[in-house]
């Protein structure tokens, strides 16, 4: 479930709701604009919800209004708004990433108040929600995203809540995607292990298109090791267990791990499942007012495309060069259910 942040009655509506159908070992999935991540643009987005609130149209309409005036402020020099990621990473561009729809519906909701996590996690204890994780794997695993000093001073702090929000400040984070549960049942180090290897997983692009490396906010996470090559090359086969990939079990975890946190790799359905008539319905609705860049896979999960393969699949335009091996992979992960996964 996606936990939209918005008043206190309706947060308590949803906290109400989830408290009823939410049983023992369920999870609840929350995601919300977070602070300290956007700190620097709650100005922007004051002005901006201010401005819209004294023009007439759709809320599409008055956006544009509200950001014509931005524009014009911006140019006699409005420091508050300069320092703006939003404003200045997308309301300044001529050709932007997103939609006006987004804008309207994402800047001009009368309750948008990004939240720091102490806030929601005390809100969820109230109903005995226990936070166990993120769904952006890479969080979970401090070496991946923290510097070691990072991490040492984030080591003294006891209060888990304390140290969470402590990390959100070392990460500056804008967006978090919470998985929350009741009474969870813990695993081992060693059942964690044995589950990993029993879950079948599939690779997420071409095995041409895989660099062995991940920015993040403490570095270069480089994983380019004989065990992550094998993992790759066997999946670009054919998804499969993680156990039958005849590697030594603590190699194909560690090594799994750092290619699932950067995307690489992801756990899928046992089963295949077909998905052709998803993917043309898609194709049919997709239009560039709405773009809607999604592919499914079989597997049970999708990808979202890049500009230029999501045009050259819907007849837009040419494909490039680089690539070309796209249009393999996605033929084969598009496919009917495999006669191994039946």
Not at 51 to 73: H, K, N, P, Y
Not at 92 to 120: D, I, K, M, N
Not at 276 to 299: H, Q, V
Request: some cysteine; aromatic content about 8%; proline content about 6%.
């Amino acid at each position: 479930m996606v936990f939209i942040v918005g008043s206190m009655r309706r947060r308590a509506r949803i906290c109400g709701f989830l408290s009823i159908v939410t049983w023992r070992g369920g999870l609840v999935y929350l995601s919300y604009n977070a602070m300290p991540g956007w700190a620097a643009d709650l100005p922007f987005q004051y002005l901006v919800n201010a401005l819209a609130q004294v023009t007439s149209g759709d809320s599409i309409a008055r956006f544009a209004a509200a950001e014509m005036t931005l524009r014009q402020l911006s140019a006699v020099g409005v420091p508050a708004l300069n320092i703006s990621p939003i404003f200045s990473r997308e309301l300044t561009r001529q050709h932007r990433r997103l939609p006006p729809s987004y804008f309207a519906h994402e800047y001009l909701a009368g309750a948008w108040q990004p939240r720091y996590v102490t806030e929601v996690r005390a809100e969820l204890a109230t109903i005995d929600l226990q936070p166990i994780g993120s769904a952006t794997f890479a969080d979970n695993f401090d070496s991946f995203v923290l510097r070691n000093a990072q991490r040492a001073a984030l080591a003294e702090i006891e209060n888990d809540d304390l140290r969470e929000l402590t990390r959100d400040y070392m990460l500056l984070q804008r967006f978090r995607r919470d998985v929350f549960s009741r009474d969870p049942t813990g695993l081992s180090e060693s059942e964690q292990r044995r589950a990993l290897l029993r879950r079948r997983f599939a690779l997420m692009r071409p095995e041409s298109a895989v660099t062995y490396s991940m920015p993040t906010a403490a570095g270069t996470l480089r994983f380019d090791t004989p065990c992550a090559r094998s993992l790759v090359a066997a999946l670009a086969r054919s998804p499969q267990a993680l156990g039958k990939l005849g590697q030594p079990a603590s190699d194909v975890v560690a090594n799994a791990l750092a290619l699932t946190a950067a995307e690489i790799i992801r756990p899928v359905s046992n089963n295949d499942t077909p998905v052709s008539a998803l993917n043309a319905a898609l194709a049919e609705l997709d239009s560039e007012a709405i773009p809607l860049p999604f592919c499914a896979l079989r597997g049970g999960t999708a990808l979202t495309l890049e500009a230029a393969l999501h045009r050259y699949l819907r007849g837009r335009g040419p494909l490039p060069k680089r690539l070309r091996p796209w249009r393999d992979f996605l033929a084969r992960a598009t496919a009917g259910p495999s006669v191994a996964a039946r």
